[in-house]
Protein backbone atom coordinates (compact mmCIF):
# COMPACT_ATOMS: atom_id res chain seq x y z
CA UNK A 1 0.00 0.00 0.00
CA UNK A 2 2.57 2.07 1.39
CA UNK A 3 4.68 1.31 -2.24
CA UNK A 4 1.99 2.05 -3.97
CA UNK A 5 1.34 5.27 -2.87
CA UNK A 6 5.02 6.81 -2.95
CA UNK A 7 5.16 5.16 -6.67
CA UNK A 8 1.76 7.30 -7.64
CA UNK A 9 3.28 10.50 -6.05
CA UNK A 10 6.33 10.13 -7.50
CA UNK A 11 4.57 9.81 -10.93
CA UNK A 12 2.38 13.12 -9.87
CA UNK A 13 5.64 14.77 -9.21
CA UNK A 14 6.77 13.83 -12.44
CA UNK A 15 4.20 15.44 -14.17
CA UNK A 16 3.80 18.51 -12.60
CA UNK A 17 7.48 19.09 -13.34
CA UNK A 18 7.22 18.32 -16.77
CA UNK A 19 4.24 20.68 -17.02
CA UNK A 20 5.97 23.56 -15.09
CA UNK A 21 9.18 23.55 -17.10
CA UNK A 22 7.37 24.09 -20.22
CA UNK A 23 5.60 26.92 -18.95
CA UNK A 24 9.01 28.77 -17.95
CA UNK A 25 10.54 27.65 -21.66
CA UNK A 26 12.22 31.07 -22.93
CA UNK A 27 11.00 32.23 -25.52
CA UNK A 28 12.87 32.22 -29.05
CA UNK A 29 15.59 34.87 -29.40
CA UNK A 30 14.73 37.41 -31.61
CA UNK A 31 17.80 37.23 -33.74
CA UNK A 32 16.52 39.81 -36.09
CA UNK A 33 15.79 42.19 -34.46
CA UNK A 34 19.06 42.22 -32.85
CA UNK A 35 20.63 42.49 -36.32
CA UNK A 36 18.57 45.52 -37.36
CA UNK A 37 20.03 47.48 -34.17
CA UNK A 38 23.50 46.32 -34.49
CA UNK A 39 23.19 47.42 -38.36
CA UNK A 40 21.92 51.27 -36.73
CA UNK A 41 24.68 51.50 -34.20
CA UNK A 42 27.13 50.93 -36.85
CA UNK A 43 25.68 53.50 -38.86
CA UNK A 44 25.41 55.62 -36.29
CA UNK A 45 29.26 55.09 -35.01
CA UNK A 46 30.55 55.66 -38.88
CA UNK A 47 28.78 59.00 -38.90
CA UNK A 48 30.42 59.73 -35.70
CA UNK A 49 33.96 58.95 -37.02
CA UNK A 50 33.43 60.99 -40.17
CA UNK A 51 32.53 64.24 -38.34
CA UNK A 52 35.59 63.55 -36.04
CA UNK A 53 37.78 63.29 -39.13
CA UNK A 54 36.25 65.98 -40.81
CA UNK A 55 37.19 68.58 -37.64
CA UNK A 56 40.61 66.98 -37.70
CA UNK A 57 41.02 67.97 -40.93
CA UNK A 58 39.83 71.11 -40.85
CA UNK A 59 41.23 72.82 -37.72
CA UNK A 60 45.10 72.08 -38.20
CA UNK A 61 44.95 73.30 -41.18
CA UNK A 62 43.71 76.78 -40.09
CA UNK A 63 46.13 76.49 -37.45
CA UNK A 64 48.97 76.22 -39.49
CA UNK A 65 47.79 79.07 -41.81
CA UNK A 66 48.28 81.19 -38.89
CA UNK A 67 51.36 80.69 -38.21
CA UNK A 68 52.51 81.00 -41.59
CA UNK A 69 51.15 82.83 -43.95
CA UNK A 70 51.76 81.27 -47.38
CA UNK A 71 52.65 84.08 -49.23
CA UNK A 72 49.57 86.03 -48.94
CA UNK A 73 50.67 89.49 -48.92
CA UNK A 74 49.59 91.95 -51.12
CA UNK A 75 53.07 92.12 -52.72
CA UNK A 76 53.15 96.11 -52.26
CA UNK A 77 56.72 95.86 -49.88
CA UNK A 78 60.41 95.57 -51.67
CA UNK A 79 62.62 94.32 -49.68
CA UNK A 80 66.09 96.41 -49.77
CA UNK A 81 69.35 95.42 -51.56
CA UNK A 82 71.33 93.39 -49.19
CA UNK A 83 73.88 95.10 -48.96
CA UNK A 84 73.17 98.28 -48.14
CA UNK A 85 73.26 99.20 -44.43
CA UNK A 86 73.04 103.09 -44.41
CA UNK A 87 70.60 103.91 -41.94
CA UNK A 88 67.47 106.10 -43.05
CA UNK A 89 66.81 109.33 -42.53
CA UNK A 90 63.31 109.14 -43.14
CA UNK A 91 60.51 109.80 -40.12
CA UNK A 92 58.35 112.67 -41.75
CA UNK A 93 54.55 111.93 -40.58
CA UNK A 94 53.11 108.48 -42.40
CA UNK A 95 50.10 108.35 -44.20
CA UNK A 96 46.27 108.83 -42.24
CA UNK A 97 45.50 105.87 -40.94
CA UNK A 98 49.15 104.42 -40.67
CA UNK A 99 51.40 103.28 -37.75
CA UNK A 100 53.71 106.28 -35.84
CA UNK A 101 56.90 107.45 -36.90
CA UNK A 102 59.61 105.98 -34.88
CA UNK A 103 61.88 108.45 -32.47
CA UNK A 104 64.91 108.62 -34.31
CA UNK A 105 65.87 108.48 -37.79
CA UNK A 106 68.31 105.28 -37.03
CA UNK A 107 65.60 103.11 -36.30
CA UNK A 108 64.86 102.17 -40.02
CA UNK A 109 67.68 101.01 -41.07
CA UNK A 110 68.92 99.66 -44.47
CA UNK A 111 67.39 102.20 -46.63
CA UNK A 112 63.97 101.05 -45.63
CA UNK A 113 61.67 104.16 -46.02
CA UNK A 114 58.78 104.71 -43.63
CA UNK A 115 56.69 104.12 -46.07
CA UNK A 116 58.01 100.54 -46.73
CA UNK A 117 58.22 99.73 -42.93
CA UNK A 118 54.22 100.94 -42.13
CA UNK A 119 52.83 98.86 -46.14
CA UNK A 120 54.91 95.77 -44.25
CA UNK A 121 52.77 96.22 -40.79
CA UNK A 122 49.57 96.96 -42.94
CA UNK A 123 49.71 93.93 -45.23
CA UNK A 124 50.95 91.48 -42.17
CA UNK A 125 48.26 92.88 -39.90
CA UNK A 126 45.70 92.55 -42.79
CA UNK A 127 46.81 88.63 -43.10
CA UNK A 128 46.75 88.02 -39.73
CA UNK A 129 43.06 89.73 -39.47
CA UNK A 130 41.59 87.41 -42.16
CA UNK A 131 43.13 84.03 -40.76
CA UNK A 132 41.42 84.96 -37.08
CA UNK A 133 38.35 85.58 -38.86
CA UNK A 134 38.75 82.14 -40.46
CA UNK A 135 39.72 80.66 -37.33
CA UNK A 136 36.12 82.33 -35.85
CA UNK A 137 33.94 81.01 -38.44
CA UNK A 138 35.14 77.61 -37.37
CA UNK A 139 34.42 77.95 -33.95
CA UNK A 140 38.40 77.98 -33.14
CA UNK A 141 39.93 79.75 -29.38
CA UNK A 142 42.74 81.34 -31.76
CA UNK A 143 42.16 85.07 -32.39
CA UNK A 144 45.06 86.24 -34.66
CA UNK A 145 43.46 90.06 -35.07
CA UNK A 146 45.71 92.85 -33.69
CA UNK A 147 44.23 95.39 -34.68
CA UNK A 148 44.81 98.20 -37.33
CA UNK A 149 48.22 99.95 -38.38
CA UNK A 150 47.30 103.09 -36.89
CA UNK A 151 47.02 101.71 -33.88
CA UNK A 152 50.90 101.13 -33.93
CA UNK A 153 54.09 102.70 -33.68
CA UNK A 154 56.89 101.76 -35.49
CA UNK A 155 60.14 100.89 -33.67
CA UNK A 156 62.95 99.05 -35.88
CA UNK A 157 63.35 97.88 -39.58
CA UNK A 158 66.04 95.76 -40.35
CA UNK A 159 66.82 93.24 -43.64
CA UNK A 160 66.23 89.92 -42.70
CA UNK A 161 68.82 87.51 -44.05
CA UNK A 162 67.48 83.93 -44.60
CA UNK A 163 68.83 80.96 -42.96
CA UNK A 164 68.29 77.02 -42.73
CA UNK A 165 64.72 77.15 -41.04
CA UNK A 166 63.67 80.27 -42.86
CA UNK A 167 65.20 80.74 -46.38
CA UNK A 168 65.06 83.76 -48.53
CA UNK A 169 66.49 87.43 -47.52
CA UNK A 170 63.37 90.58 -46.59
CA UNK A 171 62.97 92.51 -44.03
CA UNK A 172 61.91 92.53 -40.38
CA UNK A 173 59.35 95.23 -39.43
CA UNK A 174 58.94 95.72 -35.39
CA UNK A 175 55.89 97.78 -34.78
CA UNK A 176 54.28 98.41 -30.37
CA UNK A 177 50.98 99.10 -29.75
CA UNK A 178 50.48 100.95 -26.10
CA UNK A 179 46.27 100.87 -26.47
CA UNK A 180 44.63 97.20 -24.11
CA UNK A 181 45.49 95.49 -25.26
CA UNK A 182 49.64 96.32 -25.64
CA UNK A 183 51.05 94.48 -28.21
CA UNK A 184 54.61 93.86 -29.73
CA UNK A 185 54.55 92.60 -33.58
CA UNK A 186 58.10 91.57 -35.10
CA UNK A 187 56.50 91.36 -39.15
CA UNK A 188 58.58 89.17 -41.36
CA UNK A 189 58.44 90.24 -45.31
CA UNK A 190 60.15 88.47 -48.19
CA UNK A 191 59.66 89.11 -51.94
CA UNK A 192 56.97 91.97 -51.45
CA UNK A 193 54.80 89.68 -49.35
CA UNK A 194 54.02 88.98 -45.38
CA UNK A 195 55.01 85.87 -44.71
CA UNK A 196 54.99 85.94 -40.80
CA UNK A 197 54.30 87.18 -37.83
CA UNK A 198 55.54 87.16 -34.07
CA UNK A 199 53.24 88.69 -31.39
CA UNK A 200 53.54 89.13 -27.97
CA UNK A 201 50.47 90.64 -26.19
CA UNK A 202 51.01 92.31 -22.85
CA UNK A 203 54.28 93.07 -24.06
CA UNK A 204 54.82 96.76 -22.74
CA UNK A 205 57.18 98.12 -20.19
CA UNK A 206 55.43 96.69 -16.60
CA UNK A 207 56.35 98.68 -13.69
CA UNK A 208 58.39 97.28 -11.41
CA UNK A 209 59.22 94.52 -13.75
CA UNK A 210 62.83 95.71 -14.22
CA UNK A 211 64.68 98.61 -15.44
CA UNK A 212 65.46 96.75 -18.39
CA UNK A 213 63.81 94.01 -19.71
CA UNK A 214 65.17 92.45 -23.19
CA UNK A 215 62.50 90.60 -24.95
CA UNK A 216 62.00 87.11 -24.72
CA UNK A 217 61.15 86.77 -28.27
CA UNK A 218 63.79 89.23 -29.62
CA UNK A 219 66.48 86.57 -30.82
CA UNK A 220 64.34 86.22 -34.07
CA UNK A 221 66.72 89.49 -34.70
CA UNK A 222 69.79 88.29 -34.00
CA UNK A 223 70.03 84.93 -34.74
CA UNK A 224 70.34 82.51 -37.81
CA UNK A 225 69.06 79.02 -38.00
CA UNK A 226 72.48 76.97 -38.44
CA UNK A 227 71.17 73.15 -39.26
CA UNK A 228 73.43 72.21 -42.29
CA UNK A 229 75.43 75.23 -43.05
CA UNK A 230 78.74 75.79 -41.38
CA UNK A 231 77.76 79.47 -39.62
CA UNK A 232 76.26 82.51 -39.84
CA UNK A 233 75.85 84.11 -43.61
CA UNK A 234 77.52 87.14 -42.87
CA UNK A 235 77.53 90.30 -42.99
CA UNK A 236 74.37 89.53 -40.98
CA UNK A 237 72.17 93.05 -39.95
CA UNK A 238 71.24 92.18 -35.96
CA UNK A 239 68.59 93.57 -34.21
CA UNK A 240 67.53 94.05 -30.31
CA UNK A 241 64.73 95.21 -28.47
CA UNK A 242 63.26 95.43 -24.89
CA UNK A 243 61.78 97.49 -22.23
CA UNK A 244 63.09 100.27 -19.77
CA UNK A 245 61.49 101.97 -16.94
CA UNK A 246 61.77 105.76 -17.12
CA UNK A 247 64.83 106.03 -14.96
CA UNK A 248 66.64 104.66 -17.43
CA UNK A 249 68.87 106.97 -19.38
CA UNK A 250 70.94 104.87 -22.27
CA UNK A 251 71.08 101.44 -23.02
CA UNK A 252 74.07 99.91 -25.06
CA UNK A 253 73.87 96.66 -27.30
CA UNK A 254 77.11 94.70 -27.92
CA UNK A 255 77.08 91.99 -30.34
CA UNK A 256 80.25 89.78 -32.03
CA UNK A 257 82.91 91.63 -33.23
CA UNK A 258 81.12 95.18 -33.46
CA UNK A 259 81.35 98.01 -31.23
CA UNK A 260 78.40 98.59 -28.70
CA UNK A 261 75.63 100.40 -30.74
CA UNK A 262 73.78 103.25 -28.63
CA UNK A 263 70.19 101.77 -28.57
CA UNK A 264 67.45 104.30 -29.12
CA UNK A 265 64.76 104.65 -26.13
CA UNK A 266 61.64 104.89 -27.65
CA UNK A 267 58.55 105.36 -25.19
CA UNK A 268 59.15 102.89 -22.50
CA UNK A 269 61.31 100.44 -25.29
CA UNK A 270 64.82 100.49 -26.22
CA UNK A 271 66.04 99.16 -29.73
CA UNK A 272 69.37 98.77 -31.11
CA UNK A 273 71.46 97.94 -34.30
CA UNK A 274 74.29 96.71 -35.94
CA UNK A 275 76.02 94.51 -38.71
CA UNK A 276 78.05 91.42 -37.89
CA UNK A 277 81.03 90.38 -40.03
CA UNK A 278 82.11 87.58 -37.79
CA UNK A 279 80.52 84.55 -36.35
CA UNK A 280 79.06 85.60 -33.14
CA UNK A 281 79.80 83.32 -29.61
CA UNK A 282 76.97 84.40 -27.39
CA UNK A 283 73.40 86.55 -27.80
CA UNK A 284 73.92 90.38 -27.49
CA UNK A 285 75.27 91.94 -24.15
CA UNK A 286 72.89 94.69 -23.12
CA UNK A 287 73.49 97.43 -20.50
CA UNK A 288 71.64 100.08 -19.09
CA UNK A 289 72.64 103.23 -17.26
CA UNK A 290 70.26 105.87 -14.95
CA UNK A 291 70.77 109.23 -15.70
CA UNK A 292 73.73 109.39 -13.48
CA UNK A 293 75.79 107.34 -15.73
CA UNK A 294 75.67 104.79 -13.35
CA UNK A 295 75.01 100.91 -14.88
CA UNK A 296 71.87 99.65 -13.08
CA UNK A 297 71.54 96.43 -15.69
CA UNK A 298 73.90 94.05 -17.58
CA UNK A 299 72.37 90.80 -19.11
CA UNK A 300 75.19 89.12 -17.92
CA UNK A 301 73.89 89.61 -14.50
CA UNK A 302 70.20 88.98 -15.59
CA UNK A 303 69.71 85.05 -14.59
CA UNK A 304 66.29 85.52 -17.09
CA UNK A 305 68.39 86.03 -20.10
CA UNK A 306 69.47 83.50 -22.68
CA UNK A 307 72.97 84.10 -23.23
CA UNK A 308 73.55 81.06 -25.21
CA UNK A 309 73.24 81.04 -29.19
Same mark, same amino acid.
Request: proline share 7%; charged share 20%; hydrophobic share 40%.
Given at each position: +? ?8 ? =?? /? ?46 ? $???? $? ?15 ? #? ?15 ? #? ?13 TLEQAA ?8 ? &???? %? ?21 ? /?? $? ?17 ? !?? =? ?5 ? /? ?5 ? %???? %? ?9 ? #?????? !? ?14 ? &????? /? #? ?7 ? !? ?47 ? %?????? &????? +? ?5
Amino acid at each position: +MSERYESHFE =EA /LRDLLAEDAAEVQPAPVPYAAIVRQGRVERRRRALAVGAAVIALTVVP $AGAF $ALADFGGHGSGRVAAPA #PTAVKPSADTASPEPGG #PAAPATPGQLADGITLEQAAQGLTDCLAV &SGAH %GAKGAQRGTATERDHGQAGDYRL /LL $AVRSTGDDNAPGDGIHVVA !VK =EKAPATR /LICTVKD %GKAV %GINASVGGGPV #PGEGRV !VPDINGQKLYRQAVIT &SPGYR /L #PFRWGAIGT !VDPSIARVTVAYGDGPAAEAALDHGWYAATGVLTEQPGRAPHVVGYDAA %GKRVYD &SDEDR +MYDRAL
